[in-house]
């Protein structure tokens, strides 16, 4: 049984805190082509937001996984592409709060955190050998490493789905594969999730970037990506929900067991963001 733990009020910094000089919200083209991109890239005092839903936003906004949020299912299936200008002097650190800020006032939102102990996987070491490929270190001049604009996208077609971190780190779904290069475990836990029936979280404890690939059949290949759809908020035909079922359930497991890693089942305190009330449509710009 879930029990609530814990229920607190955002904190009033939200409300006073620094925000864009000028922001747009508007509703995301379609693409012609049948293909799909999004993503956040930031350069100089522009900031640029692109096809992502209300629900990322709002994770990008206050450093949630989208399990995380609690929200109507619009939320995960409207899209939204935003620009925003920051002002003299801001810090890029603080885009986040001026985020937060910005989906607090156009789309007058309420809502509260609480937390609840939810069953998750655990990301663990298993007893064989570690078949990871750490990845080099980052490239450093004169001391520091190379300052280089923001660019996280994502992107895809018929055939798969790319997610890029940038400074090479990515991970890409497609031809019955999974394959990241340069990915801290947190992110890789991030990846898992999208296929799995509850939260995984990291509990390995390693701090590199880490190289690898993941293999499936088709059949299982394709009953996961139908379920990282309807994760998104994707609704789905009923023939297509049916690979699901058709899917082996340990597929998942066996691949990463075949990383010198496991998912077991555990229960962890998850933070969560509840929407209590939302406008659909913005306020305008």
């Not at 450093?63 to 409207?78: E, T, V």
Request: charged share 25%.
């Amino acid at each position: 049984m879930v029990r609530p733990a814990a229920v607190f009020f955002l904190p009033a910094v939200l409300i006073c805190g620094q925000e864009f000089e000028v922001a747009t919200i508007k509703p995301s083209a379609q693409s012609a082509q049948g293909q799909t991109g999004a993503g956040l890239h930031i350069d100089g005092s522009i900031a640029r937001y692109s096809a992502l839903s209300l629900k990322l936003y709002l994770g990008i906004a206050f450093g949630l996984k989208n399990y995380q949020i609690s929200a109507p299912d619009w939320m995960a299936s409207d899209r939204w592409d935003i620009t925003a200008k920051l002002a003299d002097g801001s810090d890029p650190k603080q885009i986040p709060e001026m985020l937060q800020r910005l989906l607090l006032d156009r789309f007058q939102m309420k809502m509260h955190r609480e937390t609840k102990e939810l069953p998750v996987y655990g990301l663990i070491l298993g007893k064989g050998e570690l078949k990871l490929r750490e990845s080099p270190a980052d490239p450093v001049v004169d001391g520091k490493p190379s300052a280089r604009s923001v660019n996280v996208a994502a992107s895809g077609n018929g055939t798969g789905t790319t997610v890029t971190y940038g400074n090479g780190s990515y991970f890409t779904l497609g031809d019955n594969k999974f394959e990241g290069k340069k990915l801290p475990m947190s992110i890789m836990a991030d990846a898992l999730a999208r296929f799995a029936d509850r939260p995984v979280v990291d509990m390995t404890d390693l701090k590199g970037r880490y190289d690898f690939t993941m293999e499936f059949s088709p059949d299982d290949f394709r009953a996961m990506m139908v379920r990282a759809a309807i994760a998104q908020g994707t609704v789905l035909p009923p023939d297509v929900l049916k690979l699901v079922d058709a899917s082996s359930g340990d597929t998942l497991l066996n691949a990463v067991g075949k990383l010198g890693l496991k998912l077991e089942l555990r229960k962890a305190p998850i933070e969560l963001l509840v929407i209590d009330q939302a406008l659909r449509t913005p306020t305008e710009n």
